[in-house]
């Protein structure tokens, strides 16, 4: 579900990909739903392809969203993005006890907590990882 909803660097918000050409993409913001063209050189990451540092390994960004999801029984995030960055990691480690504390910054969790809000939103919610399937030889 991850894989078409778009970060592009330089632009607020979220993004999802419409259609993609040889040298763009044609993607539709989350925020206002405008849709625009993003360039070979702009700099767009998958949501599906990151990853949050713990103690002991990566977790993929699906499973922080499917823990904030339960924690926040579905809704919105109950903390502000812009609180005290006190506040925001006390809040991301009720979510991922074992987050890397140096690595993951500030930043990162408001950024993550503004993606949250907008998937919520848009009702992209479907954060459950789904195995892939193989089809069987018959």
Known sequence: MLKDILSVSGKPGLFKLVTH??????????IDKQRMAALANDRVVSL???????ETEEV?????????????????????????????????ESVIPDFEKEKVHNSDIKKIIVWYNLLVKNEL???????ETTEEAV
């Open 21 to 30: 050409g040889k040298n763009n993409m044609i993607i539709e913001s989350l």
């Open 48 to 54: 599906g392809d990151i990853s949050i540092y713990t």
């Open 60 to 92: 993929p960004l699906i499973e922080v969203f499917a823990k904030m999801k339960a924690k926040e029984a579905g809704k919105e995030a109950s903390i502000d993005p812009k609180s005290d960055p006190k506040i925001l990691r006390a809040y991301f």
């Open 125 to 131: 919610t479907d954060f459950e990882t789904k195995p």
